[in-house]
């Protein structure tokens, strides 16, 4: 977490807009909240209907993603991955983004990379919208693939002034 640059999380009006969540069942607690947070964001902005799907762990999540894309008009994966004393952890973590990258770019749906990658259990739930936390990556996430699809759905209509 740098800690500072973060655009700020209010809700957008996504009415109409489905949202799909897909996240890892590894770091239950966090991401059980991660989810639910989610849902409450999309709920917030509006969305018609939050489809949710689990996964055992975050290398499973591009997949499931691309199903949603399919799906969905935004796609949220959610999970967590903590440093270890192998090279795993940076396997994993590029497996992830380049997997969750590449459905939003295949599917031009916006694929919000909620997944925390961190060193310590601690940075986790620092993250992941616990009472004291310092930041809310379901809420977070959520709300800027609902922006970035009406960003998308507004350079599509005909009469949007490209700038």
């Keep these: 977490m740098a800690g500072f640059g973060e655009p700020g999380a ?6 109409g807009l489905t949202v799909g969540v897909v996240a890892a069942r590894w770091h ?3 991401t059980d909240h991660m989810v639910a947070r989610a849902t409450e964001a999309a709920r917030a902005c509006g969305a018609a209907d939050v489809v949710v799907a689990r996964v055992a762990g975050s290398v499973e999540l591009p997949v499931v993603a691309q199903a949603l894309a399919r799906r ?4 949220v994966a ?13 396997y994993v973590c590029r497996s992830v983004t380049d997997g969750l ?3 939003a770019l295949d599917a031009s749906v916006p694929v919000a990379h909620g997944v925390l990658t961190v060193n310590t259990i601690e940075q986790a739930r ?7 936390s310092a930041e809310d990556k379901g809420w977070s996430a959520t709300v800027a693939a609902l922006e970035a699809a009406l960003a998308i759905r507004s350079i599509r209509q005909p009469s949007a002034a490209v700038r």
């Design 126 to 132: 620092d993250r992941a919208g616990l009472p004291g």
């Design 101 to 103: 990258t590449r459905v």
């Design 72 to 75: 969905c008009d935004v796609v």
């Design 78 to 90: 959610l999970g967590v991955v903590v440093r270890g004393a192998t090279a795993h952890f940076d």
């Design 28 to 30: 239950g607690e966090l």
């Design 10 to 15: 209010d809700a957008v009006d996504a009415t």
